[in-house]
C-alpha cells in the first residue's frame, strides 16, 4: 500500500490534486463516493490494466489517513480552511502524524516516503554542495535498504519517490535530474516553528523544527535512519555543524526575505551552516522577517 509504490493506492499525486481541487470548491458539501467517482474518473481508465479500480482505490486511501472526511456514504474536505495551494503541507502533516501511530521503520503506507526522504535530507551528495543530481537511475543507490524487511523496489518505486518529494516540497528540478532542498517543505511550518515569537537562538529554532519536520538534522527519523547510512559509509557531522540541504534551505529562506540570520561572535553554542560553494557560515539566532 506504499504512496511510492506506482501499482498501488495512494501514489497518484495528479487524482490526489483533482479530487482534493473539486472537494475545496464545494467547501463543506458532502458528496457521494460514486458521484464522486462517476464525475472524475477519465473515461479511458478502465481500458487500462486495474485502471477501472485505480481511482477509487486512491480515494479511498486518502479517505482512510484522514486527508478528507467521510460521512456515511458522502465524502467533503476535512479541513474548513483548506485549499489547494496549502494541499502539499496538508499531506506532509497527514504523513507525520499518521506515522506516529505505526512503526516508522516497518510501515508501508506513508512510512517508506518518510524513511526514503530522510536518508536523502542527510546525504550531501546529492545537494549543491555535493554536485550530484539525483534521478531514477541513482534514487536506488541514494536511498538503500531502510527496512529490515524489504529492498528498495527501483521498477516500481523511483519514479514516485521523486515525484512525491518533489511535490512535498523537498527536491527541486535542476539539470537533468533533482537536488535535495527542504525549503518548500519548511516555509509553511515557520509561523509554528516560532510561537509567536520573532527570535529564537539558532539550537532553539533548530529544536522546534525538528519537532515538526522529524526528518530534518537531530529529528526521530533521523536518530532512526543515520546508522543504517552509516553501514552505507555515511559518515555523521560534527556537533554544531548543520546538513547541507538544511543550510541551502536556511540561506534560501533569508534569501526570500522570511528569514533573518545573525551571528554573535561570543556565542560558544552557535550552528554552522554549509554554503552551497561549500564554505562554513555561522549563525547564532534566526528571526522571522514578517514580525519585523
Not at 490494466?49 to 456514504?73: C, I, M, P, Y
Not at 512525491?164 to 527542504?182: C, H, N, R, T, W
Not at 547541507?244 to 556565542?267: F, G, N, Q, V
Request: charged share 25%.
Amino acid at each position: 500500500m506504499s504512496i511510492i509504490n506506482n501499482d498501488r493506492a495512494g501514489s497518484q499525486i495528479r487524482l490526489l490534486c483533482l479530487i482534493d481541487r473539486v472537494l475545496n470548491r464545494r467547501k463543506q458539501k458532502l458528496i457521494e463516493r460514486d458521484e464522486l467517482i462517476a464525475m472524475l474518473r477519465p473515461s479511458n481508465l478502465p481500458k487500462k490494466t486495474r485502471g477501472e479500480s485505480r481511482f477509487a482505490e486512491n480515494l479511498d486511501f486518502w479517505v482512510k489517513e484522514g486527508l478528507w472526511h467521510q460521512e456515511g456514504s458522502a465524502i467533503s474536505r476535512a479541513e474548513i480552511s483548506a485549499s489547494e495551494v496549502d494541499l502539499p503541507c496538508r499531506v506532509l502533516d497527514l504523513l507525520i502524524n499518521n506515522a506516529k501511530e505505526r512503526d516508522l521503520m516497518q510501515g508501508n503506507r506513508g512510512e517508506p516516503f518518510l524513511r526514503s526522504v530522510t536518508a536523502l535530507l542527510a546525504q550531501e551528495k546529492y545537494t549543491f554542495v555535493g554536485r550530484t543530481c539525483l534521478d531514477k537511475g541513482n534514487i536506488s543507490k541514494a536511498v538503500g535498504r531502510l527496512s529490515t524487511d524489504r529492498a528498495f523496489n527501483e521498477t516500481n518505486e523511483a519514479a514516485t519517490l521523486l515525484e512525491y518529494a518533489e511535490f512535498l516540497g523537498f527536491l527541486e528540478p535542476f539539470g537533468s535530474g533533482y537536488i535535495v532542498d527542504p525549503t518548500r517543505a519548511i516555509e509553511p511550518v515557520l509561523s509554528d516553528v516560532f510561537q509567536d515569537k520573532g527570535e529564537l537562538t539558532a539550537n532553539q529554532f533548530m529544536a522546534n523544527l525538528v519537532e515538526i519536520m522529524p526528518m530534518l538534522d537531530g529529528g526521530s527519523y533521523r536518530q532512526l535512519i543515520e546508522p543504517l547510512l552509516t553501514a552505507q559509509d555515511w559518515q555523521p557531522l560534527p556537533y554544531h555543524q548543520v546538513s547541507a540541504s538544511l543550510s541551502h534551505a536556511l540561506i534560501r529562506l533569508e534569501l526570500d526575505l522570511k528569514l533573518t540570520l545573525e551571528s554573535r561572535s561570543d556565542d560558544l553554542d552557535a550552528l554552522q551552516l554549509q554554503t552551497p560553494d561549500g564554505k562554513q557560515r555561522q549563525i547564532s539566532v534566526i528571526r522571522l522577517r514578517e514580525n519585523d
